[in-house]
């Protein structure tokens, strides 16, 4: 029976700073790495390790934004050593994690300081 990739997303999407890699997933859901992988990347149209890194860089954008964490400790709470996460997120992004929290949080600041009362 192939897995349910609707489950496998709902488990890396509540999960992701434990989620490593695919065996990771495969191990904790108890499915074949195999089956895995293939099911979720013909249902899905994506590799569950591409899902798992756009997931992994999404959260660090918002962690980037909410908290003033050092960078390195985002990449490590994410599960990759500072230059790795540093990479993966300057690839999917196009900008260093600095310049993305530099620029949401100016753009965050506009938000509000256009949102008060006069």
Known sequence: MAPNTTDVKIFVDQHIKEVKSIHSVSDRLNIHYDALRKAFLRNEQIALADYIMVKKVQA???????????????????????????????????????????????????????????
């Open 60 to 118: 660090m954008k918002d962690h980037l934004v909410q908290r003033d964490d050092p960078c390195f400790f985002i990449c490590y709470e994410y599960g990759y050593r500072e230059d790795s996460g540093a990479k993966v997120f300057k690839k999917l992004t196009g900008m260093t994690m600095l310049e993305y929290r530099k620029k949401f949080k100016a753009m965050e600041h506009t938000l509000v300081t256009n949102n008060k009362p006069h």
